[in-house]
C-alpha cells in the first residue's frame, strides 16, 4: 500500500481532522534539516565565508540530534569535504539555502506518526518583491524530503514560509499581519480566512497577530526574527530601547499586542526581551563581494541588515544563537542561557548568515520526535 506517499489537499482532508498538531520547536526532535549556501548574489566571496559558519551551526545542532544538510550536486564533494562525519550529507537541489522557509513544517499524532504540511512558495514575494527567481527546485525539497521518510504531505492552499510562524505546541500561534496578509503572498485573504487554514492545517486554536516584524526584514516581516516561544506561556521579543530607531516603535507595538494577548489556553503572555543587535548595516568590502543580478535581491553596502538575536534554534539539548555584535553577544547569550537553563546556549559567529537576510532560525528546520517512536 501506498499510503506514505500520499499528497493530500487540504480541500480533501485536513491534518486536524486526521489528528496531527504542529509540536513546539522546545519539544524533543529526530533532526534538524539544514541545506549548503553556493549561490555567489546571496553570498560572498562564493559563500566560502558563509559555508564556514553553516558548518558551525550544523555542526553545534549535531550535538544533540541528527542533522541532514542537503546540497546540490556540483557543491557535494565540497560539503561533505568541510561538514564533519557525524552531519549527515545529502544530494538535495535547492535554490538557496533557507530550510526554514522551503522545508516541512513537521507534524505529529498522538499514535506516533508524522505528517508535513506543504506550503505554497513564492520567494517570499513572487515578482512583487520576492528575493530571487526562479525557485523551481526550492518548490520541489518539501515533496523530496516527504518521499524519503515516508510520511504523509498535505498541501496547503496558501503562501506561508516556516519563519513566518512559531507555535506553543499547546494551541497557540504567533505569526505578523506584515507577512502572513501581505499582497505579495495571498492577496485578498483577511485574518479570519487565515486563521481558519492555520486551524486545519496545524490544530492550533488562537493566533496572536503582531502587527510588524523587524524593520527592513526582507522577509517582510517573519515573526521568527521578532518573537518566539521559549516555554507555553513565555516569549521572547528582539527589544530596541533607541526612541531614534524605526525598531523601537515596531518593538513596543509588538509588546503592547502580546501583554494584552492570552494563549489558547487562557494564560497572559509573559514577556522577555532581548537586546537588538547593532544597528548593523553592509560594509563596502562585504557588498563588493556579492554578485550583482538582475533576478535577485540587491545586496548594497550601507544597507540596513535585519539582524536579531532571536533567529536561534532550540535544539535537544543545546541552542544555537547568532554572534553578531561583540557589545551585546555576552548579555544576549546571558537572557537566552537564563530562559533555557536545561540546555547549553551556544553562540556561533552569524554576521555571514546575516549578509544573506537571515539567521540560524531560518537556515534550519526540526523533525520533532514523534510521540511514540
Ligand atoms: O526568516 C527566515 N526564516 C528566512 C530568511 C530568508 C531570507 C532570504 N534571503
Not at 544530494?91 to 507534524?107: C, K, Q, Y
Not at 487554514?197 to 527592513?216: A, F, Q, Y
Not at 517582510?220 to 507555553?232: K, M, R, T, W, Y
Request: glycine fraction near 8%; proline fraction near 8%; aromatic fraction near 6%.
Amino acid at each position: 500500500m501506498n499510503v506514505p506517499m500520499s499528497a493530500t489537499a487540504l480541500a480533501e482532508s485536513t491534518p486536524k481532522a486526521q489528528g496531527y498538531a504542529m509540536p513546539a520547536e522546545f519539544a524533543p526532535h529526530d533532526a534538524c534539516w539544514m541545506l549548503w549556501p553556493q549561490r555567489p548574489d546571496t553570498w560572498r566571496f562564493g559563500a566560502k565565508p558563509a559555508q564556514q559558519a553553516f558548518v558551525a551551526v550544523a555542526t553545534a545542532i549535531a550535538e544533540s540530534e541528527t542533522v541532514y544538510v542537503g546540497v546540490n550536486d556540483e557543491q557535494y564533494e565540497n560539503a561533505r569535504h568541510q561538514l564533519p562525519p557525524q552531519v549527515r550529507v545529502l544530494e538535495l537541489s535547492s535554490n538557496d539555502a533557507w530550510m526554514r522557509d522551503v522545508g516541512p513544517t513537521f507534524l505529529t499524532h498522538p499514535d506516533g506518526r508524522l505528517a508535513m504540511v506543504d506550503w505554497q512558495f513564492n520567494a517570499w514575494g513572487g515578482l512583487d518583491g520576492g528575493l530571487y527567481f526562479p525557485w523551481d527546485k526550492d518548490k520541489r525539497i518539501r515533496t523530496k524530503i516527504a518521499e524519503m521518510l515516508g510520511i504523509p504531505r498535505f498541501v496547503a492552499p496558501v503562501v506561508l514560509e516556516g519563519g513566518a510562524i512559531h507555535v506553543d505546541g499547546e494551541g497557540t500561534l504567533l505569526t505578523t499581519e506584515e507577512c502572513l496578509l501581505n499582497a505579495n503572498r495571498n492577496p485578498g485573504m483577511n485574518r479570519e480566512a487565515m486563521e481558519q487554514v492555520l486551524r486545519d492545517t496545524l490544530s492550533i486554536e488562537k493566533v496572536v497577530w503582531l502587527p510588524r516584524g523587524c524593520h527592513l526584514d526582507e522577509t517582510d516581516g517573519h515573526v521568527d526574527n521578532l518573537c518566539c516561544f521559549v516555554a507555553p506561556g513565555e516569549v521572547v521579543l528582539s527589544w530596541c530601547d533607541d526612541e531614534t530607531d524605526p525598531q523601537h516603535a515596531i518593538c513596543r507595538e509588538a509588546l503592547q499586542v502580546l501583554e494584552s494577548s492570552t494563549d489558547a489556553k487562557g494564560s497572559k503572555l509573559r514577556v522577555h526581551k532581548l537586546p537588538q543587535p547593532g544597528p548593523l548595516f553592509i560594509e563596502e568590502d562585504e557588498a563588493s563581494g556579492i554578485d550583482r543580478l538582475s533576478s535577485s535581491h540587491p545586496r548594497r553596502p550601507g544597507d540596513r541588515m535585519a539582524g536579531s538575536y532571536v533567529n536561534f534554534y532550540i535544539g535537544n539539548s543545546v541552542v544555537v544563537m547568532p554572534l553578531l555584535d561583540p557589545a551585546l553577544d555576552e548579555q544576549a547569550r546571558g537572557v537566552l542561557q537564563g530562559l533555557f537553563p536545561d540546555r547549553r546556549v551556544i553562540g556561533v559567529p552569524a554576521r555571514e548568515i546575516l549578509l544573506g537576510g537571515g539567521n540560524i532560525h531560518c537556515i534550519t528546520q526540526q523533525q520533532p520526535k514523534a510521540p511514540l517512536s
